[in-house]
């Protein structure tokens, strides 16, 4: 029912900067915490960074000091800039939201994540 829709992703240079998107839809009372994930080939689904309601962040170690999370929630969309690019943040990034909605509450919902890939 609810859905996900992320876009912003693609191929840069190291040092490099993309912004990525992610927009709710669906029907949708209000959103708590919104994150982002990342995988990259043979290793684990990692956090990168979290915001709450309020705008509140929490970063990974790895991305902190080059990644930015917001969120606007007049129009259900988490943000994620990425500056400093590496070839190690190569990886398919994942949106996540808990999501309130009328009848089921709250429940996590899922993006079906945007491939961002650093040139070397």
């Known amino acids: 029912q609810v859905q996900l829709l992320e876009s912003g992703g693609g191929l840069v240079q190291p040092g490099g900067s993309l912004r990525l998107s992610c927009a709710a839809s669906?029907?949708?009372?209000?959103?708590?915490?919104m994150g982002w994930y990342r995988q990259a080939p043979g290793k684990q689904r990692e956090l990168v960074a979290t915001i709450t309601y309020g705008g509140s962040p929490k970063y990974a170690d790895s991305v902190k000091g080059r990644f930015a999370i917001s969120r606007d929630n007049a129009k259900n969309t988490v943000y994620l800039q990425m500056n400093s690019l590496k070839p190690e943040d190569a990886a398919v990034y994942y949106c996540n939201a808990d999501v309130y909605t009328y009848g089921l509450g709250y429940a996590d919902y899922w993006g079906q994540g945007t491939q961002v890939t650093v040139s070397s």
């Open positions: 669906g029907n949708i009372f209000s959103i708590n915490v």
